[in-house]
T-cell receptor
Framework: NAGVTQTPKFQVLKTGQSMTLQCAQD?????MSWYRQDPGMGLRLIHYSVGAGITDQGEVPNGYNVSRSTTEDFPLRLLSAAPSQTSVYFC?????????????FGPGTRLTVL | GQNIDQPTEMTATEGAIVQINCTYQTSGFNGLFWYQQHAGEAPTFLSYNVLDGLEEKGRFSSFLSRSKGYSYLLLKELQMKDSASYLCVRMNRDDKIIFGKGTRLHILP
């Protein structure tokens, strides 16, 4: 199993550009989520999905869109990048009710918006 | 949101025991995770408590009191590699997972 994969690892954007951060998992996990982490801050939930075709907003959803057309993939779209979106983005997945409910994290995408 | 409170930083000595406390709002609460995060890396899972009481996993133990909105992570026989941030994380009944800001633990030789 590859676990949770994220691409790209690093990205630099100009203000106003759009892009998609990719996230995929091969563990057949129902639950997937996106977080951002800023210096000195905990992870903040952007969007999450409890299964294919279902998405919900987290704590900081503005400026981001998600879709969940398959169980495996959960892309995060930045519609019009702003410097305030400079952050490290983590994708995670889990299978609620299975074992310890452990969330598995991808390695992160480090995004800089100029 | 969700008012998860944990100390910002703690310092302990190699070989000692340290307890990291976490309090949270009980409304909408389902369960509590603890994660470890080393600088520049993704968080890694330590524990998940749903029921009251203490759960032990090797050198790490986690405690939960649902009625008090209180949890702690206990680390025994501290090693230098335990220097990291420890994240208190709540899972809500609406499936949202909310992270606290983390406690940065420094281990002194």
């Amino acid at each position: 199993n590859a676990g949770v994969t994220q691409t790209p690892k690093f990205q630099v954007l100009k203000t106003g550009q759009s892009m998609t951060l990719q996230c995929a998992q091969d563990m057949n996990h129902e639950y997937m989520s996106w977080y951002r982490q800023d210096p000195g801050m905990g992870l903040r939930l952007i969007h999450y999905s409890v299964g294919a075709g279902i998405t919900d907003q987290g704590e900081v959803p503005n400026g981001y869109n998600v879709s969940r057309s398959t169980t495996e993939d959960f892309p995060l779209r930045l519609l019009s990048a702003a410097p305030s979106q400079t952050s490290v983005y983590f994708c995670a997945s889990s299978y609620p009710g299975q074992g310890d409910n452990e969330q598995f994290f991808g390695p992160g995408t480090r995004l800089t918006v100029l | 949101g969700q008012n998860i409170d944990q100390p910002t930083e703690m310092t302990a000595t190699e070989g000692a025991i340290v307890q990291i406390n976490c309090t949270y709002q009980t409304s909408g609460f389902n369960g509590l995770f603890w994660y470890q995060q080393h600088a520049g890396e993704a968080p890694t899972f330590l524990s998940y408590n749903v029921l009251d009481g203490l759960e032990e996993k090797g050198r790490f133990s986690s405690f939960l009191s649902r009625s008090k909105g209180y949890s702690y992570l206990l680390l025994k026989e501290l090693q230098m590699k335990d220097s990291a941030s420890y994240l208190c994380v709540r899972m809500n009944r609406d499936d949202k997972i909310i992270f606290g800001k983390g406690t940065r633990l420094h281990i002194l030789p």
